[in-house]
């Protein structure tokens, strides 16, 4: 059994910052990425952010020079620095692990205000 737990979410300005984060725990052996998903009212869930075991970093076109995803891998732990926040940030936000399996968080919802 795997376990992600997510925090950090809330409501804030435009223009303003939120720092997710997602811990991993139980039983996984191995990580080979780790990243955050997105999903508005009425649209498909999307990848925002992925950072690999090897480093390997991805960030959608969106949330390029904005958002920075890092990861604590003695800890297990993802992070997304969302910086200069847009209404259209506004989502649930899904912390994704891909080890021997997918897994997924319970979502924290972010909501950017004008």
């Known amino acids: 059994q795997v376990q992600l737990v997510e925090s950090g979410g809330g409501l804030v300005q435009a223009g303003g910052s939120l720092r997710l984060s997602c811990t991993a725990s139980?039983?996984?052996?191995?990580?080979?990425?780790m990243g955050w998903y997105r999903q508005a009212p009425g649209k498909q869930r999307e990848l925002v952010a992925r950072v690999s075991s090897g480093r390997t970093i991805y960030l959608a076109d969106s949330v390029k020079g904005r958002f920075t995803i890092s990861r604590d891998s003695a800890k297990n732990t993802v992070y997304l620095q969302m910086d200069s926040l847009k209404l259209e940030d506004t989502a649930v936000y899904y912390c994704?692990?891909?080890?021997?399996?997918?897994?997924w968080g319970q979502g924290t919802q972010v909501t950017v205000s004008s």
């Open positions: 994704n692990v891909i080890g021997d399996a997918a897994y």
């Open positions: 139980g039983r996984i052996s191995s990580i080979n990425a």
